[in-house]
């Protein structure tokens, strides 16, 4: 990735309706069974989206994403529909514009879970740990600490909430009044076998996953599909691990810059957002960019 990414906005789009718009992600239709879905710049932080974009995170996350679709593809199978963007997209411009950081992919009935896994203890998972010794109803060991590896891999789904509001931790039992006994297990079996192959891939490049997110939707046929994005910085938690330091919260390769930054200021993590100065912005920038390279070895 070299040069000046190109500047994206929605209105940029008029050959196809929009379907949805979400924190980072514009989803247009293409027909009944193809949707466009494009990675933005945006950045939000407390579920509240920033004035500033990062410049190239929706291009970084969209080659990481597919990175991840075509290596994990055997596991599970995904959304991508393998038509390419020229194939849809007569404007030159405008496909430009889209080239990294758009995929045309199937359209899918979305599962109304998050699928998430944890190899540590961090974040949600640690703050129920210190509260009730377990995560989403599964007893841990005491003595914990936070950033620990877990003796095993653990899945830890969440409901969907509205938008505006914040995921809430369920158990495999509310997986399985949500969606079935059957798929519930199937989502959750899919779940962590991408979770480990991909934290075998990371390690030795020198990435920690410490936990990730996944979400799945059913085709026509009612196969399971991973959808959406993949084991990105914003889906997941990368640790380098020459700083990984257990009792502790690790660095990480995302918009950790800018929460930090939020957090020292006097607002009330509600609308409108603080302008984010220049330096934190292209330190998020950076790390979003070392993901990648760490990853795939691209520069």
């Known amino acids: 990735m070299s040069g000046k990414p190109l500047a994206y906005h929605a209105d940029l789009i008029t050959q196809f309706p929009l379907i949805h718009q979400g924190k980072v992600r514009d989803s247009f239709a293409i027909d009944a069974e193809h949707m466009l879905i494009v990675a933005s710049d945006r950045l939000s932080a407390f579920d509240v989206v920033m004035a500033e974009p990062i410049p190239g995170k929706g291009e970084i996350l969209t080659r990481i994403s597919n990175f991840w679709f075509q290596r994990t593809r055997d596991i599970v199978p995904n959304h991508l529909s393998g038509i390419e963007l020229a194939e849809a ?19 899918l009935k979305p599962l109304p879970v998050e699928a998430v896994v944890r190899g540590y203890l961090i974040g949600s998972g640690w703050k129920d740990y210190q509260r009730t010794g377990s995560v989403c109803g599964i007893a841990l060991p005491a003595g914990l600490r936070q950033a620990d590896r ?25 997986v399985t009044r949500l969606v079935g006994a059957e798929r519930a297990a199937q989502v959750r079996d899919a779940s962590i076998r991408v979770y480990e192959f991909a934290v075998k891939y990371a390690a030795p490049r020198g990435i920690i996953i410490a936990d990730t997110k996944f979400e799945f939707g059913l085709d ?30 690790p660095p990480s390769y995302d918009k950790q810059f800018v929460r930090d930054y939020l957090e020292t200021l006097d607002w009330d993590k509600r609308p409108p957002p603080p302008p984010i100065p220049a330096n934190i912005i ?11 390279e760490r990853l795939t070895g691209e520069m």
Do not use: C
Not at 282 to 292: D, F, S
């Open 89 to 107: 997209i007569d404007d030159p411009q405008l496909l430009e514009v889209l080239r990294h950081r758009a995929v045309i992919v199937k359209r």
């Open 220 to 249: 026509g046929d009612g196969r399971l599909l991973l959808m959406d994005e993949v084991l990105t910085p914003d889906s997941s938690r990368f640790w380098p691990e020459e700083s990984y330091a257990p009792g502790t919260s």
């Open 282 to 292: 292209e330190a998020t920038a950076q790390k979003y960019r070392e993901a990648y």
């Open 150 to 174: 877990l003796p095993e891999v653990i899945f830890t789904p969440s409901s969907k909430a509205p938008s505006g509001n914040h995921d809430l931790n369920i158990d495999f039992a509310a």
